[in-house]
């Protein structure tokens, strides 16, 4: 074992002859290992930006619940009521009444021809 690594460290294990046999093989354990170091950083980068997707989310749904809040609270009556005040319009106290057209009983030809001849 320690003759391995004095091989690598004075490089007489590159100018072997059995090194250009096995060359392929050591450039694929190389693409291999790189590959698994671009694929590792790229996860990462992908996890990063779903957490920030995540907190924007939740950042946007607070903002939509509290702007909601606020919009119900604003349309209900009393709500009206308070800011139109500021206005001169007041709420009134009685309630509404119906208003009811009294038609004139007409027959049936008359109504499609208007009025009388």
Known sequence: MTRFFSDLLDGSLLTRNTTSAVMPFILYLTGIAMFL????????????EADQLRREMTALRIRYIQTK???MYLTKQSGLARRLKDRGFIEPTEPPVMVKEQKENKGFARSLFGQNR
């Open 69 to 71: 809040s606020e919009h």
């Open 37 to 48: 170091i671009f694929n590792t950083y790229y996860a990462e980068k992908k996890a990063r």
